[in-house]
């Protein structure tokens, strides 16, 4: 089977994220095609021949990819930024019942594992920019709003236990710093905050320290026997 074909024929869930997700769209000004995270069932059987069916898969958009519900839920336990912005995103195109499953499966993965997860995937794109900033050229401003962007998210499910994909109380400064009208030093500045209050955060956090794999097992097996034949 095509891979195009196996998720559009088995996707549980599919959701529109980045801008219009977190509160940063601008209604006035029409964008590209929003980008779309779907997570889809492949057949039980199909895991039985030597040619497994794909953990993922590309397109057929610009900016969509879609998880198999076995990497999906792996991404999930290590917290996965990704993984967390489709769960949590508000933006949903199309939820089945075990999609909805999915979504109340959250509170299973969520765990202080989120500190690292979150910590290494904005440290390479914020040494980039620190880097280009220190040889005299101009940083990835939307990247560098990003990082922050995740770094925000990140704090507050530490802090609260809560994952909130909603960043419009900083929509202001997000876009400053997308447009490149923030000092390099004030964005700076508010990214190594934001990584000491993380820090801090997980001393106390209300999360687990480790996710609830048995759980997410558990439910996962499920999924196969439903999906058998």
């Known amino acids: 089977m095509d891979e195009n074909e196996l998720v559009a024929g088995h996707t549980v869930l599919d959701v529109i994220v980045g801008d219009g997700a977190c509160g940063l769209a601008d209604p006035e000004v029409p964008g590209d095609d929003p980008p779309r995270r779907a997570v889809y069932v492949a057949p039980t059987e199909s895991f039985w021949r030597l040619d497994k069916p794909p953990a993922s898969v590309s397109g057929p958009g610009v900016d969509t990819l879609s998880w198999e519900i076995e990497t999906c839920c792996a991404l999930g336990l290590a917290a996965d930024p990704a993984v967390f912005d489709a769960l949590g995103s508000p933006l949903t195109q ?3 019942e075990v999609g909805e499953e999915l979504r109340a499966l959250l509170p299973a993965l969520l765990s202080q594992r989120a500190a690292d997860a979150y910590r290494r995937a904005t440290a390479t794109e914020f040494a980039r920019a620190s880097a280009a900033m220190a040889g005299g050229g101009t940083p990835r401003w939307r990247q560098v709003a990003e990082v922050i962007r995740l770094l925000i998210g990140c704090e507050h499910l530490l802090r609260t236990g809560e994952l909130v994909a909603d960043v419009s109380k900083y929509r202001d400064e997000l876009l400053a710093v997308r447009a490149g009208d923030m000092a390099w030093s004030d964005a700076s500045s508010w990214v190594e905050s934001l990584r000491d209050r993380s820090a801090e955060a997980v001393l106390r956090s209300p999360l687990p320290v480790t996710p ?17 034949g």
Do not use: E, K
Not at 212 to 228: C, E, M, P
């Open 212 to 228: 609830d794999t048995g759980t997410v097992q558990d439910w996962l097996s499920s999924v196969r026997r439903r999906h058998l």
């Open 94 to 96: 199309r939820c089945t």
